[in-house]
Each structure stands twice: as structure tokens, then as C-alpha cells.
């Protein structure tokens, strides 16, 4: 939506807005013939005195009717309020679930992915933690906000690495796990170099500085040879234990 179009008036101003037809409402660029054959009004929704959001009605040409912005008003007086309620509802749930510096499943999220698969306890999976080496030094050298965009670019250099199903989380820290819902070790294994290898073929740049990352990664395998889908989180990490004590930007696994 364009910021000088009708709607993002409405929004910006408080104030309904209606146009005769030939004017784009949302500013998209539509083309001429089909913008003079809709006219509309851009009807903002107020909870309090904050612009929620706006309402769009569209229909045959026609000009401005003060009446009928009035009798708007009057139909969404209780829109306005209702919609801010459940946007707090919905960022409450995404809250319960997202880390919220890099956007990424969170923990409590991993856990829930992880009983979940209870019942398909005959396929296999495979949980890789993937630990961000040297992050202190990083901090220490190029601050703390240098820092959060090392993770931030991290978590996309996940998600690229990873397949559809997969599901990906920041647990703590510059720590991520992965989680890998019928995949045996070996996929799992190729997983986390594709991980590494990712990771360190993509530096962070910041303010002009190119600061290489690479990360060292610790998986284990459910059924074999963990033997119980429990025991996953205690044996990945124990891998990454001694991929970080092998040297770091390595792939051990349990």
C-alpha cells in the first residue's frame, strides 16, 4: 500500500476518506479502465484514540455521501475496539511460541514439536543443536547490537538450510536447535553440514565490517542409537559439547 494513497490517509489522519472512482485507493498502481469503474470509502477503525485499522468498502462510482460516512461511523463504533482485542490475543499467542529477536520457534515451542511426535515413535527424527562459536568475542568487539544481527542472521541462514517440516528455534543465547521430524541420522548429519557450511560461507556484514561466524553443531538420532526420544536433548547437546571442544565449526554427533 502506497503511504500517499486514500487508505493510508485514513489510517494516518483519523478521518474517512471517499473517493469518487478513478482515484486508487490503495495506491497499487491499478490500471486506469479498472480504477474508474470502483469507487470507495476508507473508513479508519479507532480504539480509543488509536487507528487500529481500516475498513474498505468498494462499489459502483459515486461521490463523496457525508451520510453515509455518518451512518459508518455509527455501524463501527465497537469495530474499532474489537479488532485491537484481537490483535492483543493473536501477539499474545505468537509471543507464547516466537523469540521475539530473531523470530524463530522458541523453546517452549520445540518442546511441543518434540512430544508431539510421540506417537510416530517408529519413524525416526533427528534434533541438532547448533551453537554460534565465539560470541562473546563478538560482542565484546563490535557491541551488543552487532551481536543481535548476528543471530538474527543466523536464524535466516537457518531457515534457508533447512526442508519444509523442519522446524527451527532459538532456545538461549546464541544457541539454536533443529528439529528434524522423520529423518534418519544420515540426512540429519548432511542437515547440519549444509548448517555449518552455510553459516561459514555467509559472514555478518556490519557498519562496513565484514566479521566471519561459524558455528559448531551437535545432533543425535531417535531410535538408533538413542533408543528413547527423550534422551534426544541430553545427547545433542553432549555432541555439541565435543564439536566445540574438537575446534568448533564441526558436526559431531551423539
Known sequence: MSAESPVAHAIATGLPVATRGPEDLFGLGVPGRRRSERAGIAYPLLDGD????????????????????????????DLGPRLAALRAVHDAERRA????????RNRRELERAMAAYGPRASEPATLVYVDLDHFKRLNDTLGHPAGDAALRHVARLLETAVRDGDLVAR???????????????????????RIRRSVAEKPL??????????????????????????????????????????????????
Do not use: H
Not at 565490517?209 to 553443531?217: D, Q, R
Open 50 to 77: 488509536i487507528v487500529v485499522g481500516a475498513l474498505v468498502l468498494l462499489g459502483p462510482p459515486l461521490g463523496p455521501d457525508v451520510a453515509a460516512l455518518e451512518d459508518l461511523g455509527a455501524l463501527l463504533t
Open 97 to 104: 511460541v516466537v523469540d521475539p529477536l530473531t523470530g524463530l
Open 171 to 193: 532456545i538461549g543465547g546464541e544457541e539454536f536447535a533443529v528439529w528434524l521430524p522423520g529423518t534418519p541420522l544420515r540426512e540429519g548429519m548432511e542437515v547440519a553440514d
Open 205 to 254: 556484514t556490519w557498519t562496513g565490517t565484514v566479521y566471519p561466524l561459524t558455528t559448531s553443531c551437535g545432533l543425535a538420532c531417535y531410535p538408533q542409537p538413542i533408543g528413547d526420544l527423550l534422551n534426544l536433548p541430553a545427547a545433542a547437546d553432549a555432541a555439541l559439547y565435543r564439536a566445540k571442544q574438537g575446534g568448533r565449526n564441526r558436526v559431531e554427533r551423539a
